[in-house]
Structure formats: structure tokens, C-alpha cells
């Protein structure tokens, strides 16, 4: 994911921060764990980031396997 990001230099988050309703919410489900560079994009354009995992067992190979949905809020909480 981060390598996408970068190699198009394009962070939609910025873009949806500006979209988004006072109270709105920004969210992305992702296919990989949590990316710590993508994270601070997020807290950059927003004023309350985090990033969720997504955990469950793949039967395939028998393990968890993790993904990510990251939040946003363009309001911090307790703001007017």
C-alpha cells in the first residue's frame, strides 16, 4: 500500500479532508497490517487519526491474518 502511495505521490487523505462534512469520517479497509508512514499522512490532514486491526483465521494456511481499516475524524473530539 505505502509503496502505491509513494510511488504516485498522492495521498487521498488530504483530498477527503477537505471533502468531508465538519462532522464527517474517513475510513479505508486495507489488505495489509498498519502502516505507520500512511498513519502520520492521516494525522496530518486530520485532527484524529488511528488505525484499526482487522484480525481472522485464514483456513488456507492456518494462521490470522491481518488487516487494517483506518479511521479519521475531521473534527478532534469535544470540539464544538
Do not use: K
Amino acid at each position: 500500500m505505502s509503496a502505491l502511495f509513494e510511488e504516485l505521490d498522492y495521498c487521498p487523505t488530504e483530498a477527503a479532508a477537505r471533502h468531508l462534512n465538519p462532522a464527517g469520517i474517513f475510513s479505508l479497509w486495507l489488505n495489509d497490517p498498519a502502516d505507520e508512514r500512511f498513519l502520520v499522512r492521516m494525522r496530518a490532514a486530520f485532527p484524529r487519526a488511528w488505525a484499526e486491526p482487522a484480525t481472522f483465521h485464514n483456513l488456507l494456511p492456518e494462521r490470522p491474518f491481518i488487516q487494517t481499516v483506518y479511521l479519521a475524524e475531521t473534527h478532534a473530539e469535544g470540539a464544538a
